[in-house]
């Protein structure tokens, strides 16, 4: 058999091309001392397994294909690699992200299913914190090839709009919201709509759609009542909680809510304004902290309101869920010596 010439100095050798489906070649013989080995007999050890650099999942086979089921074992063992689904794995180090666990929730469904609910929430950055389990939604004739656990598959009559987050397939948000009413108990379905209603990312007027035509939709009530709260100029739970419990009664019902204004440029948006009595309240959320970067923005529009001669005053959710009548107080007693004030001067 004649033997093909080795390349000249200088020219490329190209690189064998993959194929998901070939088994990795055996090792080569070693040859004859004073012998040159025919080009198709010169290989390298199989390539080792990047767990660290970049995400990825694949298959059982895949995996052997290109490694050698030695080494795929040895990485299983090892902890450097984790199964999420049967036959899907990813390495670990990014096998417990939301947008692993997302790919493959897909995955299982041969590629048909959708993220929604509060993944979706997540996906689109309508929320921050990212939920424990992950909906999925398909085709109601449609079954899952692979379980996973911490993933639920909702069986749709209709399938949502999406969009396409680094090649997940997300349902639009305002679906997400809708899917998300089934996944959350009861007492947290409103403050998640208002907290959702708040985003740039959501139409309320959507929502509202979607409402009116799913007329048995999970949790239909609480996206109602935080559509009506959103439509008042609520846009919080605390907010919420704080029009409910501390700013209720004829003698806060003059006031502004969500009232806007501009100083030195600068455009505000107030929770409560006393015009009489040109006093702002604020209540400024669960995760207010004074090293916060809002905690330095607040100070500082404070003093921008107080050069136009408004007085903010500011309530935490510990003062209005523990305190609502000590917050009702001192809104009374600062509007009343405001007005005072103004009139003596």
């Keep these: 058999m004649q033997e093909s010439p080795l390349p000249r100095i200088g020219t490329a050798v190209p690189t064998p091309t993959f194929c ?42 895949h995996l ?8 795929i074992d040895t990485a299983i063992a090892s902890g450097a690699l984790t199964r999420l689904a049967r036959d899907l794995y990813a390495p670990t180090l990014y096998a417990g992200t939301l947008t692993m666990r997302a790919r493959a929730a897909i995955a299982a469904t041969e590629g048909r299913g959708v993220i929604s609910g509060l993944a979706g929430l997540f996906l689109t950055r309508v929320i921050e914190t990212p939920p424990e389990r992950i909906l999925t939604v398909i085709d109601r004739h449609h079954h899952e090839l692979r379980t996973m656990s911490r993933v639920t598959y909702y069986r749709a009559t209709v399938t949502p709009p999406v969009w396409i987050i680094d090649g997940l397939a997300v349902a639009e948000p305002e679906w997400c919201l809708a899917h998300a009413m089934r996944e959350l108990p009861a007492g947290r379905r409103k403050d998640t709509a208002l907290m959702a209603l708040a985003s740039d990312a959501i139409s309320p007027t959507v929502v509202a ?41 004829t003698q806060f019902a003059h006031l502004r809510r969500q009232y806007e204004l501009v100083v030195e440029g600068r ?58 009548l000590w917050c009702r107080r001192m809104v009374e007693q600062t509007m009343r010596q405001r007005l005072n004030v103004a009139r003596a001067a």
């Design 209 to 249: 759609d979607l409402v009116a035509r799913f007329t048995r939709m999970r949790g239909r009530g609480a996206l109602r009542a935080a559509l009506e709260a959103h439509d008042d100029g609520i846009h919080s739970p605390l907010e919420d909680r704080a029009w409910g419990t501390v700013l209720v009664g």
């Design 267 to 324: 455009r505000m948006i107030l929770d409560a304004y006393d015009e009489r009595s040109r006093l702002a309240i604020e209540f400024d959320g669960e995760r207010f902290h004074i090293a916060s970067p809002q905690w330095h923005a607040d100070r500082e529009r404070d003093a921008l309101l107080a050069s136009v001669g408004i007085q903010t005053l500011r309530f935490t959710w510990r003062d209005v869920c523990d305190r609502p």
């Design 20 to 61: 998901p489906q070939m088994s990795p070649a055996p090792f080569p013989r070693r040859a004859p001392h004073g012998t040159v080995p025919h080009m198709n007999e010169i290989s390298t050890r199989p390539p080792r397994i990047d767990t660290t650099s970049r995400p990825w999942l694949l298959t059982r086979q």
């Design 64 to 71: 052997e294909a290109r490694y050698g089921r030695t080494a």
